[in-house]
């Protein structure tokens, strides 16, 4: 590995003709001058390259411009998610049918245990064509169990039921404090509407006409317009108070309700694996707060420059969508069940973007996870957005027995990155492990798409593992010959080192720590380096 120092800002000082032939870079940063990133630079930062374009993305323009040939061949990513918008302008045709399946005869054409499975399967809904939206979280389930809400207590000495009763409790404290906290935003919007009527009689609140209110003249009005600026300043608008109070509903009356039957719908066992009869074909969204698998297809699909909202990785590709993450935490049967029907159905690739904290029935997982790396299909999981060091706490799914041991070789866990080059370099929200993350993609603001040809500016780790998906199917599809292992060994390798002093995530005031301390590899993924490592290793088996 050659070390590159990079002057950003100022210019590079190796040309891109100098580095071409090599694979990972490592790269000291210095003079890094922090911006906000304008929309024609920053859209899909994603994709940059940081010689280039003195941005961290992971090279997929670059790889696209030097040394992608674009193939007629597609490959299957499955993407376990929530409900999907299949008719959406950037992913049209860019979905997997099952030829073998004929739609709406309500048979079993191909024998495969799913009736009218034509895009994928809806493992949160019943035979009858229901679907559900929210879950409670695990430890909820967990709690319900013990019966810790008939007798009020946990067993001394059961340390799982006291860490789901100690995360019941602080997040039954902090949903009465946002609530308290947006009702008084709430009751300030009223008197605003008020007060600052003549300014706003539509309420079409803005920054700069409130500049323009003289408070000195109209001592009155003081009040109001500090508030007013305050929210705005801090995207505290009228629609976000809206839709967080529906957020805080949805957690008191699903998510954090012990009494909510959340498989009701469903009627399946949930502790049985081999019961299947559940379930169906609509892998559509049953809402309209159901974006997040829209969000992750553009991600990785995204009909490339065609001058629209989105940009994927990849458009060789066809999306098996599989719907079986509520709002809420997923059923570990659910999620088992999901791997093996991607696996059975031809997937080289599976995107998670999903996770939680407890897990009643891990080993439902693990054995999935085993059963992808026998039929070699990659799996590529974000490692979660709670800041933590997940070598201490275990975010599931899991890939190893103990944290120092993994149970396959096919399992890739990705942390969010930021663009800014400095301490802020992993997202502040990105879980991180040296032995349990082994890589970091871009994962913070970034532009993709949702229902109804729609668009959207997210961040999380669940937006960063699609990067790495798509790179990794750019990887199989140009040389399909590479084992899952083989492509995870690439991807890890290949990638960027940066050498920046950085804070934990999470952890404002703490001495800070290299970035390569966060993860396995130390690394981000590039697209560029992952490509010409991958034509040496094919060649090598040649």
């Given at each position: ?5 990079l ?15 090599t ?32 941005l ?58 799913y ?40 067993k ?6 006291k ?61 109001s ?42 009627g399946d ?85 999903f ?17 992808a ?15 933590l ?30 663009y ?33 040809n ?19 199917a ?22 960027n ?35 010409l ?6 060649k090598?088996?040649?």
């Amino acid at each position: 590995m050659k070390k590159i120092f990079l002057v950003l800002l100022l210019y590079p000082l190796l040309s891109s003709s100098q580095i071409q032939n090599t694979f990972s870079k490592d790269i000291v940063v210095v003079n890094y001058k922090e911006k906000v990133l304008s929309d024609s630079i920053g859209k899909f930062w994603q994709h940059k390259d940081i010689f280039f374009d003195t941005l961290p993305g992971s090279s997929i323009d670059k790889a696209y411009q030097e040394l992608w040939l674009s193939p007629k061949d597609s490959i299957i990513i499955a993407i376990i998610d929530s409900g999907v918008d299949i008719n959406h302008e950037e992913l049209q045709g860019h979905f997997w049918t099952n030829n073998n399946e004929v739609p709406g005869n309500h048979l079993d054409d191909d024998k495969n245990g799913y009736i009218d499975d034509i895009h994928g399967w809806n493992f949160l809904g019943n035979s009858k064509g229901k679907s559900i939206s929210y879950a409670r979280k695990e430890f909820i389930r967990i709690l319900c169990d013990k019966g810790y809400f008939k007798n009020g207590k946990i067993k001394d000495g059961d340390s799982i039921g006291k860490k789901a009763e100690k995360i019941f409790k602080e997040q039954i404290k902090t949903l009465d404090e946002d609530w308290e906290y947006v009702i008084g935003i709430e009751n300030d919007y009223k008197r605003i509407g008020k007060d600052l009527k003549e300014y706003f009689p539509n309420k079409n609140y803005s920054l700069e006409k409130i500049k323009k209110i003289d408070t000195i003249a109209n001592p009155n009005l003081a009040f109001s317009v500090k508030k007013l600026d305050y929210y705005l300043t801090y995207e505290a608008t009228l629609d976000w108070m809206v839709d967080f109070k529906k957020y805080l509903k949805a957690l008191k009356k699903f998510k954090l309700n012990p009494d909510f039957d959340d498989r009701k719908e469903i009627g399946d066992d949930i502790n049985d694996l081999f019961d299947k009869s559940y379930g169906n074909g609509d892998i559509t969204p049953v809402d309209e707060t159901e974006i997040h698998a829209t969000a992750v297809a553009g991600l990785i699909a995204a009909k490339r420059n065609n001058k629209k909202g989105g940009n994927g990785v990849i458009n060789n590709v066809k999306l098996m969508m599989i719907r079986a993450v509520p709002s809420g935490d997923e059923y570990d049967k659910d999620i088992a069940l999901a791997i093996r029907y991607a696996v059975d159905n031809g997937a080289k690739i599976i995107n998670m973007s999903f996770g939680k904290l407890f897990s009643m029935q891990p080993e439902f997982v693990k054995e999935a996870i085993k059963y992808a790396s026998k039929h070699d299909v990659l799996l590529v999981h974000g490692a979660g957005n709670d800041n933590l060091n997940i070598d201490q706490h275990n975010f599931y799914p899991l890939d190893y027995s103990t944290s120092k041991n993994e149970i396959t070789d096919n399992f890739i866990n990705v942390g969010a990155l930021n663009y800014k080059m400095n301490h802020k370099f992993p997202a502040y929200f990105s879980n991180y492990g040296k032995l349990n993350v082994d890589i970091f993609a871009p994962g913070y603001e970034l532009h993709t798409t949702i229902p109804e040809n729609s668009y959207i500016t997210e961040s999380g780790t669940s937006f960063a593992a699609p990067i790495v998906t798509g790179i990794a199917a750019m990887v199989r599809l140009k040389y399909p010959l590479l084992s899952a292992k083989q492509v995870k060994q690439i991807i890890i390798e290949s990638g960027n080192k940066y050498h920046l002093q950085v804070r934990i995530p999470g952890k404002t005031k703490s001495p800070r720590v290299p970035f390569s301390e966060l993860s396995k590899s130390g690394k981000v993924v590039n697209a560029y380096n992952a490509l010409l490592m991958a034509e040496q290793i094919s060649k090598s088996k040649n």
